[in-house]
């Protein structure tokens, strides 16, 4: 991490928040309660870890009023900002920092090596990376930024304020064909839609969104992907929902607002997921779920062994509870 | 969707079939069932949708003539094109719409920020887009169409009438390494094979096609790949056969022909499998499947406190088979 | 698999072994056993394909001594190199005739369409393929090479002597953000720390690993990852462990050294694997692994029909359970 040179007036100052201890304090680095040392500034985000904050070397910590009242009792002797919601405070710290790294570092809005097609229309302080590719007619909002070699395909729409990472795709054509009957091919059903994207989406790298068959692809405002996401054609995802890396999510699937989705899980075509569903990582969700919950579908995982054996007997299973009801009728009967 | 300005008699010039009703009728846009309005053209896939037909408002619906008939007795108003295979013709008439959208907006046929290696050779009317890598010796046959950001390794073969989506990687080194026993440490294999792509074969977004070790990895005619799926080197996949997103298959597995993998799928490696097999979404292939067939694997999606207990259970599945004979065993001596 | 004009004297003279029979035969290709001709070089991985030796066209055969006494008893008319490792020799084989092929063709060492940052570190002989982006304070240590079309983040550091496959995104934002539990929105944590690669790192194709919150993420010497894979932030990675294809490890967990990881595996954040671990494909870790071994967790594949009756029983497992219990009861109690 890169530090940046800060007192902790400076902090509460830029984000509020009551300091207890002194204003002087010179503060280099974010870190950890347990890595941080005395030019450090430290954050905690649950009570459980209220005897690391004692202990801690931090020059300040990020705590609730109660917590910090105890870590001092306990011979902590750094100074405290009050927050009802540390980890909160903790992310919009970072975004200071970040802002305080990047001045006097500030990089051309549109790199020269991005290729960008006719008719597109750029926001207010759009950023486009090296070598990202800006088909024709594509629209990016206000702040928008594109890191490095992203493809927006024709006619897509990203709205203000998202992130995209590299390598992203977006507007790649949907997996859609037609099997003709006579000669056993598949006939390919062109992607006539495109991708609408809301605000404040971030997209990690690599991940992909294909335009939609006829229908747009869309993605609300507030959507997180992490890396390596497969969006289907005509996939629809809520509001402020979030998606973990390597997650697939098949064509015409609906997911709704406030969801998260675990990584590596999959989500079949043509499925809804209500609001506030949580799927757990790898799991496959092979029908809808109209009640907000949580959901899995994972084999626990063993020693190699002994998965050997019960994955060979659920193969039985069906066939298992048919001898256990005969041995009930048995007892029924004696 | 942008819209095409055309008539229903036009759209019966260019593909066939039989019209019942006007040849005058406009036709902006493709539509489903339900979105269809008055200006738009639809299609019955199935039967099953009859009662969407009758209640259309589309201005022209593709069906067979036996559900024309019925839609007209419940009372739709509109024009209908008679096919076969309604679906297979709405996939022929996105393809018309394509090309009369691009009709006016053709490209340079190799984007100028594509670079281009020594002794490349490109058949008749390829298409090359902005800021593909296409690397010594490679060939590309006639029609075929790579889309921005491809890489295309050195002597890797692309047959005609291919498209290749943004962000796919053809002829990365295949993993293989030798582990040197003595130092602890993997021995790097040099990948000193290729790959080989027939025709007619679509590739989607950011996925990779390993080249072989010593001989090449083989995709045949016809076949599909959705997004971000992996080929390991020496992977042999017949014709017309389609994977799905995020599918991965490991290294010299030999896929047949008119297969279909689900997303999310994985095929283990050096295994092979028949002609006409299909995989469910997200299961996983441990052995060789030489009968056609439909085969799966995936622990069922539950709500997560269900799913714990049955998941806590199923360590215990093989004891609990051996009580259950205990328990047969006494029911048969008493 | 292209050709070097090379004799058994050459390869002996480079790799060492002794060589029993002619040193003047004529070497064109390496191939399989199965596949070899009268001007091929082949090897015996494993006595288990003894017979395959015995019957081979290969003008040379690389053994253990014993094995190559025997496939000469059986009537193998070839010339053998005798080593103790076979399959490493085979591996350093690949290398030198890669370092042959290579001869001639010399390439720029760092293309002109890539994009080099300020204040980017690279050393000795380090190469850099077209349409790379190494953005600010990056460092590449000597003789490391990037293919085509990769990203190195700002202030990340990679070792000497790696590969780093197209497609490749290192330092990109790893997946963090806080609720704001009043507006129900997440806020972002800016990812200040980097990537650290060591020495001697594989990297496959379009495979991401993110930078770390506050400390870094790191890839220890000699490991080897495959294609699509994602490493989330602050990962930490052991010496000489191996990932398949479209493995993912999300944010803060610790694989150890020598470790592998399957295809499509899935290791959850904030775990710790041991030293030695081996995780089958597609299995999902779930919890932490203290101990070497190996492990797996994977829905046993069935055809459809099977899997059905199973996966239904499967979610009255722990049902079943208390009626075999109650049964049991009855017993002791009758």
């Given at each position: 991490m890169r530090s940046v040179d800060a007192t902790t007036a400076d902090i509460v100052q830029a984000l509020g928040g009551e300091l207890i201890g002194s204003p002087h304090l010179k503060i280099l680095r974010i870190a950890s309660l347990e890595r941080a040392t005395q030019t450090d500034i430290s954050f905690l985000s649950s009570p459980k870890y209220a005897h690391q904050f004692a202990a801690s070397q931090a020059a300040c910590v990020i705590a609730r009023h109660a917590d910090a009242q105890v870590a001092q009792t306990l011979?902590?002797?750094g100074a405290c900002i009050i927050s009802d919601d540390p980890y909160l405070y903790f992310a919009k710290l970072t975004q200071?920092?970040?802002?305080?790294l990047d001045e006097g570092g500030r990089r051309a809005l549109i790199h020269p090596t991005a290729v960008i097609g006719q008719r597109v229309q750029l926001g207010a302080?759009?950023?486009v990376g090296a070598l990202c590719v800006i088909e024709d007619d594509a629209v990016i909002g206000a702040r928008?930024?594109?890191?490095?070699r992203v493809t927006l395909g024709a006619n897509c729409h990203v709205g203000e304020d998202c992130i995209v990472h590299s390598g992203v795709v977006i507007g790649a054509d949907g997996f859609g064909f037609a099997p003709n009957q006579v000669t056993d091919e598949w006939v390919k059903i062109e992607q006539l839609g495109a991708v609408r994207i809301g605000n404040s989406v971030e997209?990690?790298?690599?991940?992909c969104i294909d335009r939609g068959a006829l229908e747009d692809t869309v993605i609300e405002d507030g959507v997180k992907l992490d890396n390596l996401i497969q969006i289907g054609h005509n996939v629809h995802i809520g509001q402020h929902t979030a998606l973990a890396g390597c997650v697939g999510v098949a064509g015409s699937a609906t997911i709704g607002a406030h969801c998260t989705v675990g990584g590596g899980a999959v989500v079949l075509g043509h499925l809804t997921l209500a609001d506030r569903v949580h799927i757990s990582a790898a799991s496959v969700v092979t029908r809808s779920i109209l009640q907000a919950g949580h959901y899995t579908g994972i084999f626990p995982l063993d020693d190699n062994q002994a998965w050997e054996k019960n994955a060979a007997t659920l193969k039985q299973l069906h066939g298992l509870r048919e001898r256990l009801k005969q041995l009930e009728k048995v007892r029924v009967s004696t």
């Open positions: 011979g902590f002797k200071w920092w970040k802002r305080r302080d759009v950023r928008t930024v594109l890191h490095s997209i990690g790298a690599n991940t």
